[in-house]
């Protein structure tokens, strides 16, 4: 996954460019770079690894040395950016969040014309780097930018910094979000809507799916006008977005609230007490509490000042590591106690095995689970934040295999999908046993999407039901 942040000002712009990317920090924990304009020294670029120190203690020195009054940043779990590029377009620089399905496919094409590429550990492309090479493939750039959002398979939304203005682009069906904010000479472009707010920027707009805008110091200008058909991530309301952000004018947090509550209204075990995997497992937990009148409960707290998000890290081992040694149990609060846990989703199943483990150590009498959202069945196409994790490693997938025997086809997997069929149940009790929970219930799509409540036809939901 990833996240940026770019700002346009009549004043120098790098400490709001230093806060505003630092903003971002939840969404990745492996690079991150900056890039600035200024008409005096031109371009300058920074980017450092971030996996064992946060991003302010990295930039701490660029903080202070950089300057200029147009800037772009990134933080990612990937590729290395921004990147500067030098092409026939001038010189600019380019930060992206999205996934390139299709990549060898345009990477042989460009080749051909007599582009090269620098491959990364493990023979991959930088994807950003490609992305400025499609670009390149037009005349200007805003026919390239277009260009790359009809040629890739995926989704791609881009920040790009010219000494003419920084340009904001949503990926087409805009599976992620890119708001802009305005303050006296300044306007920036964020992933995230309340990176801003505490800089003093105040909401200008949201980019509909497509478009494409430039920001100068003097406004900002639509030079690509958005589309209707929209496929925003729904997983971003569940788990990856910050509890203070909102996509659509729908609150992270109130949607959790809601989710929990729609949680509570279809279950009938009473237990103690209702807690949330932190972080993004408390929400939903308050939301069923207030609902279900069952009493709120920390009976574990993460362990936050050094540690960083167990999800992220790119080696499955270390995710494990890290879900263990951050999370800290308050024996007072579990022993002999019935424990209803919600999380915000179970993906291979590993973290959430463990924690039940330790809480039954502790003198948990029960750990009944609530996942937030539906069975994964699938690996995310659009989005980075499960490159990592191949269909066949879900729990879900590693349950039906057992039940039938075999990799099942997508009729049976349609089965599986359905929660009123004996196969989903089947599915819940093998996962449920699997794991060690007392019980098992997942959210149901249909009770999700109207928690959200956007028409369903404009978010993505292919994680859980495969569909496009």
């Known amino acids: 996954m990833g996240g940026f ?23 990745g924990t492996r690079r991150a770079g900056l890039a600035v304009y200024s ?104 026919d390239g930018i277009t260009y790359a959002q009809e040629i890739i398979d995926g989704s791609m939304s881009m920040l790009l910094l010219t000494p003419k203005g920084v340009y904001a682009a949503r990926d087409r069906l805009g599976r992620t ?61 569940i788990y990856y977005g910050y509890p203070s952000s909102s996509y659509e004018g729908v609150s992270v947090e109130e949607l959790r609230y809601r989710c929990g509550a729609a949680l509570a209204r279809r279950d009938t075990v009473k237990p103690d007490v209702a807690a949330g995997v932190p972080d993004s497992g408390v929400a939903h937990a308050i939301g069923y509490s207030n609902e279900s009148g069952v ?52 993906v291979r199943g590993t973290q959430l095995r463990d924690t039940t483990a330790y809480l039954f150590a502790s003198g948990a009498r029960e750990v009944h689970v609530r996942p937030a959202c539906p069975p994964i069945f699938y690996g995310c196409r659009y989005l980075n934040f499960s490159r990592s994790t191949s269909e066949m490693e879900l729990i879900t997938r590693r349950v039906i295999r057992e039940l039938e025997g075999c990799d099942p086809d997508e009729a049976t997997l349609e089965e599986y999908k359905n929660p009123d069929s004996e196969k989903y149940a089947a599915m819940i009790e093998g996962i449920r046993k699997e794991q060690g929970f007392t019980s098992l219930r997942y959210q149901r799509l249909d009770d999700m999407l109207a928690c959200v409540g956007l028409a369903p036809e404009k978010l993505c939901t292919y994680c859980w039901n495969g569909e496009e």
């Open 5 to 27: 942040f770019g700002v346009v000002s009549k004043e120098d712009c790098v400490f709001d460019l230093f806060f505003g990317v630092d903003y971002h920090s939840h969404l």
């Open 39 to 142: 008409e005096e020294e031109g371009f300058d670029k920074a980017i450092h690894n971030i996996e064992n120190a946060p991003f302010r203690t990295k930039f701490t020195k660029e903080s202070n040395d950089m300057h200029g009054t147009m800037g772009i940043g990134c933080i990612s779990d990937f590729e290395a950016q921004p990147i500067l590029v030098r092409s026939h377009h001038g010189t600019f620089a380019i930060a992206t969040v999205g996934k390139i399905n299709n990549s060898d496919e345009i990477v042989e094409k460009i080749i051909r014309q007599g582009t090269h590429f620098f491959e990364m550990h493990g023979g991959e492309i930088n994807q950003t780097e490609l992305v400025a090479a499609i670009i390149n493939q037009k005349e200007n750039l805003i």
């Open 177 to 237: 979000p890119v708001v802009l904010g305005q303050k006296k000479e300044s306007y920036c472009a964020a992933f995230e809507s309340f990176a801003f707010l505490n800089l003093g920027y105040q909401p200008l707009k949201e980019l509909a799916p497509g478009e494409v805008a430039v920001m100068t110091a003097d406004g900002v200008k639509t030079l690509v006008p958005g589309g209707d058909k929209m496929k925003i991530c729904t997983f971003l309301w």
């Open 295 to 346: 009493p709120y409960s920390r009976p574990f707290v993460k362990y936050t000042p050094t540690w960083p998000r167990s999800f992220m890290p790119t080696h499955q081992s270390k995710r494990e590591l890290i879900a263990r040694m951050k999370l800290l149990p308050i024996k007072s609060l579990i022993e002999g106690k019935s424990l209803l846990m919600i999380d915000d989703s179970i």
